[in-house]
């Protein structure tokens, strides 16, 4: 079918809302009406070097949420009507799915970063008929429809703001989970999470939750580390002061978990430093470049790197959107507005920091 999308085709250029032709929903495939699509960090990668770019010329967008318009054959679970949030895709059938940790699928790259089909084709093609990246994290949001698998699909209820949810899908999810699940952290415990965007500050929200006894946010931007102290944070901490350790250190005693979204390494340095003895980091950031730790840095701590804050989105999701119900997590917060056709000023005001957490509503 005929849609309308935002279209990346050169890493140096602005993205182009276009006319695009989507195939058909395949085997175990839905086509969904996008309601929203929330910018990730992830999504302008191919800006850097790096494997997104490999995707080019490609439909980004992987944080939506909208409803299902078709479904392909053998389908089950879904029907035309649903409501859905889409979140990464995964093969239902290797290790890692089968132990409830699809975020660490064997094909994960496979299908979530080369905005192809699993069997290595293209699903889309543009005007001229030339193929096109559409399967970016198995869906490719940023447009008015968009070919998602059911694994990516979580059903959700009907009496919530479907637009706003899309972010659920990754940054939040990602952000929420790692301190939830991944770090598990409990009350009474000091965390401190470094870099508070999208998936800081919903870390920060989820720390909160948690009743942990500080939490601390460390960000670059001033306005960004208002918003983290609105959203429960007990102490802020400027990126750029040179006693950034020192300064988180003085307010945790020493914090049980630490999370690094900046994937600067300096800073992931920081966030071991600002570890207690037993105390445990989580990187999220996507870096390229290697950070160095000698074993004495690491005594009696633990580091690793978490994908999608180890969450399947079919269970974490529906509870996600039960604590914005009661009031407990306000990611609606991080949300600002634009217009599909607005992605290029979404992503100015991303870089800025103006904004947390675009949606764009085609
Ligand atoms: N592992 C995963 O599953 C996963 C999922 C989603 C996103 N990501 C990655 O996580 C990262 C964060 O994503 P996001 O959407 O929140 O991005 P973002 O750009 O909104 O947030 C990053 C924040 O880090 C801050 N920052 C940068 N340098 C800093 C420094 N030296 N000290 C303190 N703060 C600093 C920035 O000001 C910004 O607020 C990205 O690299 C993204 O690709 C990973
Ligand atoms: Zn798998
Ligand atoms: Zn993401």
């Not at 989507?22 to 992830?42: F, K, N, R, Y």
């Not at 989105?313 to 959107?321: N, V």
Request: a negative charge; aromatic letters at 4%.
């Amino acid at each position: 079918m005929k849609t309308r999308a935002a279209v990346l085709r050169d890493p140096a250029k602005p993205f182009s809302v276009e006319e695009i032709d989507l195939a058909d929903p395949g085997p175990g495939e839905l086509l969904v009406e996008i309601a929203g699509a929330g910018v990730c960090h992830t999504d302008l990668t191919a800006r850097e070097p790096g494997t997104a770019r490999n995707a080019l010329p490609a439909v980004f967008g992987h944080e939506g949420s909208g409803v299902i318009r078709e479904i392909g054959p053998g389908v089950t679970g879904f029907a035309p009507g649903d409501p859905v949030v889409l979140s990464y895709d995964s093969c239902g059938r290797c290790r890692q799915c089968l132990s409830a940790a699809p975020s660490y699928c064997v094909e994960a790259a496979l299908r979530n970063l080369t905005g192809r089909r699993s069997d290595g084709g293209h699903a889309g093609t543009d005007a001229a008929g030339l193929p096109l990246g559409t399967r970016w994290f198995g869906q490719s949001s940023f447009a008015e429809y968009a070919v998602a698998t059911a694994r990516n699909a979580v059903k959700v209820r009907d009496d919530v703001p479907l637009e706003l949810l899309g972010p659920l899908g990754c940054g939040v999810q990602t952000g929420a989970g790692t301190v939830l699940l991944g770090l598990g952290v409990k009350a009474g415990q000091n965390v401190v999470i470094f870099g508070a965007g999208g998936v800081g500050l919903s870390a920060v929200m989820a720390a909160v939750l948690t009743g942990a006894r500080t939490v601390v946010a460390v960000d670059l931007h001033p306005k960004r580390r208002e918003l983290a102290l609105e959203l429960g944070a007990t102490h802020v901490v400027d990126g750029a002061d040179p006693e950034v350790t020192a300064l988180v250190r003085a307010a945790t005693g020493g914090a049980e978990a630490a999370m690094d979204t900046t994937g600067v390494p300096a800073v992931v340095k920081a966030a071991v430093e600002s570890l207690a003895t037993g105390g445990t980091c989580a990187l999220v950031g996507a870096s390229p470049a290697p950070v160095t730790l000698s074993p004495h840095e690491l005594r009696g701590k633990k580091l690793t790197y978490l994908l999608e804050g180890n969450a399947v989105p079919q269970l974490f999701i529906p509870q996600l959107i039960g604590h914005w119900q009661a009031g407990r997590f306000p990611f609606d917060k991080l949300i600002r507005r634009y217009p599909l056709d607005e992605i290029n000023q979404a992503e100015r005001d991303c870089h800025t920091g103006e904004t947390v957490k675009p949606i764009l509503i085609p």
